[in-house]
């Protein structure tokens, strides 16, 4: 399973099969957006596959546009493939002869494109994301923008530009993350009620609303299946 963290990747596919939620990629290489729920993932044994993953905002310089664009269970080939010469790059790559060629290649060619950025807006977008991540998705919105030099609607459109979620949403991943976190930890004596609590729900009702729409799974349903594949 692929839980949603927020964060955005670049895969390339040099063989083999690729499933999501029983649908098979095509393409040598896409974007892979900011998810809202968690995804099953499927692979043949002959996968080839190769990628960097980007931390929550910090796509936005090597897409060129809002990651709202992005943001879904369906990675995108689309413009910001085309835009950041992505299919040119995978065949550069597939000619490599080993992981730490293709990673120098990359890497070069990203920084490349991170050269040509100007972000004013970062630093603003770092201590929101901070602010958010220390507290593992507790706190109202409103507290956020209590800490900030400006209002929630300029808030909104930097998190829809360069996250692609709003503030809320992005809040409700890390305390479903860290509830998963805590049910992993207390395996099969996992009490919910505490987990709730502590991931910042006050009530039962919205804590396995937030769980399910995420994991697909209730709370009770995840401990389960934790039981079941970890012991």
């Known amino acids: 399973m692929l839980h949603p963290d927020g964060g955005t990747g670049l895969q390339f596919n040099f063989g083999g099969v690729l499933e999501l939620d029983g649908e098979r990629l095509h393409g040598a290489c896409w974007m892979d957006g900011p998810k809202q729920r968690t ?16 931390l929550p905002g910090m796509a936005f310089p090597f897409v060129g546009e809002a990651l709202s664009s992005l943001a879904g269970n369906t990675p995108t080939p689309g413009d910001a493939v085309r835009r950041l010469e992505l299919e040119a790059l995978h065949e550069r790559m597939h000619e490599m002869p080993g992981l730490a060629k293709r990673i120098a290649l990359l890497e070069g060619h990203l920084l490349e494109q991170l050269r040509r950025y100007v972000a004013p807006e970062i630093p603003a977008l770092v201590a929101s994301l901070d602010w958010l991540q220390r507290r593992h998705g507790r706190g109202s919105i409103a507290a956020l923008v209590d800490a900030l030099p400006f209002g929630q609607r300029r808030l909104e459109r930097m998190f829809q530009h360069h996250v692609g979620l709003s503030p809320k949403r992005y809040a409700r991943l890390l305390r479903v993350a860290r509830s998963r976190e805590l049910i992993k930890r207390g395996g099969a004596n996992a009490s919910l009620t505490d987990t709730a609590f502590t991931a910042g729900y006050f009530d039962q009702a919205h804590f ?24």
């Open 208 to 231: 396995i609303h937030d769980f399910k729409a995420v994991t697909g799974f209730t709370p009770g349903g995840y401990r389960q299946y934790v039981r079941g594949r970890y012991g």
């Open 39 to 54: 995804a099953r993932l499927a692979v043949d044994a002959e996968l080839d596959l190769f990628g960097v993953r980007f």
